[in-house]
T-cell receptor, first 110, second 112 residues
Framework: KQEVTQIPAALSVPEGENLVLNCSFTDSAIYNLQWFRQDPGKGLTSLLLIQSSQREQTSGRLNASLDKSSGRSTLYIAASQPGDSATYLCAVRWEDKIIFGKGTRLHILP | DTGVSQDPRHKITKRGQNVTFRCDPI?????LYWYRQTLGQGPEFLTY????????KSRLLSDRFSAERPKGSFSTLEIQRTEQGDSAMYLC??????????FGPGTRLTVT
């Protein structure tokens, strides 16, 4: 059975710190993995998409890595800011389905 | 084209009524997805279309749910005989092929 897990469920860190969010998945035969941000009561904003053949993607202060063999992806956020406070979700696509994790609620303390 | 749009943004209905939601994808995207999200959970996949063809349906999509994309552009999601358990945020996303998905703002459904 394909599953996606995100740990931790919630995280609070002081402003300026670097941090890592984790996403793990069963079944390494994925097509791609996408990281999203969601603000309360809002839709999802795409952050980074990693194809199965790629190891990492970068956008500004964000870096996402993918290790298919171990079933893991990490989202690294550098120099965190209060505006980064949100829920971060990873979504894994296999041939026949897309499964989201439950997300990590991130709170950046000013 | 500024992104994926959904209408209405909020819907309150009484149990047993039918509701219909609309999603307008990014114009050049051929795939359109519907998800449902409840509080504290990630979105759950419901169904997706490639052009006008509905290619995948989740077991979550009971007989009371139906989705259409008649001309390969906008899509509608109808829920018949709504139940309180249908209360959720309904999200639509679009993509070109299986690439990056872009989400709309969602329709929040409350069934009383």
């Amino acid at each position: 059975k394909q599953e996606v897990t995100q740990i931790p469920a919630a995280l609070s860190v002081p402003e300026g710190e670097n941090l890592v969010l984790n996403c793990s998945f069963t079944d390494s035969a994925i097509y791609n993995l996408q990281w999203f941000r969601q603000d309360p009561g809002k839709g999802l904003t795409s952050l980074l998409l990693i194809q199965s053949s790629q190891r990492e993607q970068t956008s500004g202060r964000l870096n996402a890595s993918l290790d298919k063999s171990s079933g893991r992806s990490t989202l690294y956020i550098a120099a965190s800011q209060p505006g980064d406070s949100a829920t971060y979700l990873c979504a894994v696509r296999w041939e026949d389905k897309i499964i989201f994790g439950k997300g990590t609620r991130l709170h950046i303390l000013p | 084209d500024t992104g994926v749009s959904q209408d209405p943004r909020h819907k309150i209905t009484k149990r047993g009524q039918n509701v219909t939601f609309r999603c307008d994808p990014i114009s050049e995207h051929n795939r359109l997805y519907w998800y449902r999200q409840t509080l504290g959970q990630g979105p759950e996949f419901l169904t997706y279309f490639q052009n006008e063809a509905q290619l995948e349906k989740s077991r979550l999509l009971s007989d009371r749910f139906s989705a259409e994309r008649p001309k390969g552009s906008f899509s509608t999601l109808e829920i018949q005989r709504t139940e309180q358990g249908d209360s959720a945020m309904y999200l639509c996303a679009s993509s070109f092929q299986g690439y990056e998905q872009y989400f709309g703002p969602g329709t929040r459904l409350t069934v009383t």
